[in-house]
């Protein structure tokens, strides 16, 4: 499955009805297992995704929060870098991340998600790649909507200051890039942030 078709789903399993009773005919069992067996799978498809995606929708470079700090001294936000050679390859991953994070926020209790890296059971690590992938790559077309979306949802989490002023700037550039006019989203954020 595609990341965007999982990002669909996970958004519809996180923020739609859990489930839909044909009929009224579901057993109460039934009815428990869909959402749970529905999530196991999303999980799957989406962690499946990111493991074998192809050679060139991987970055070109990766270096994670810590290394990045080493790297670029001045920026101290610190998020993950990871390069990408084109905004092909580039907005799949802000989807796998979108859809971990939403899958994540609806996990069932109970379930331990099958995983190759612990990072992939982070919220912290998907909400810091998104950043990382907004901030640290420079095409105009990077600026979809589930791109700009994304930083919007994970904006009111960034709890440091240099994030924060990192995440308002890389939206100024959104803006100023696409036309859109986010200065309601803008000042909603710095009101989360201001409580």
């Known amino acids: 499955m595609a990341p965007l078709s999982i990002l669909a789903c996970s958004l519809s399993l996180a923020y739609g009805r859990a489930t839909e009773s044909a009929s009224g005919s579901q057993s109460m069992s039934l009815g428990y297992h869909l959402p749970l067996l529905r999530w196991t799978e999303l999980w799957a498809d989406c962690q ?7 050679e060139e929708l991987c970055p070109v470079l990766r270096c994670q929060a810590i290394e990045a700090g080493q790297i670029d001294p001045s920026s101290p936000a610190s998020f993950p870098i990871e390069l990408y050679s ?7 991953n802000v989807a796998y991340h979108l859809a ?33 992938i907004a901030i640290r790559n420079d095409f ?12 919007l949802h994970i904006g009111p989490r960034m709890t440091h200051k240099s994030q924060q002023e990192a995440l308002l700037g890389c939206l100024a550039r959104a803006s100023a890039a696409t036309g859109l006019v986010l200065d309601h989203e803008i000042e909603a954020l710095r009101s989360v942030w201001a409580s």
Do not use: N
């Open 48 to 54: 499946t995704w990111y493991r074998r995606r192809p």
């Open 86 to 92: 084109s905004v092909i390859a580039l907005l799949p």
């Open 100 to 132: 971990s994070l939403f899958l994540l926020s609806c996990k069932p209790r109970l379930v331990k998600p099958s995983v190759d890296s612990k990072r992939a059971v982070s919220e912290s690590w998907h909400m810091q790649s998104i950043a990382g």
């Open 140 to 151: 105009r077309e990077q600026w979809d909507p589930v791109l700009i979306a994304g930083l």
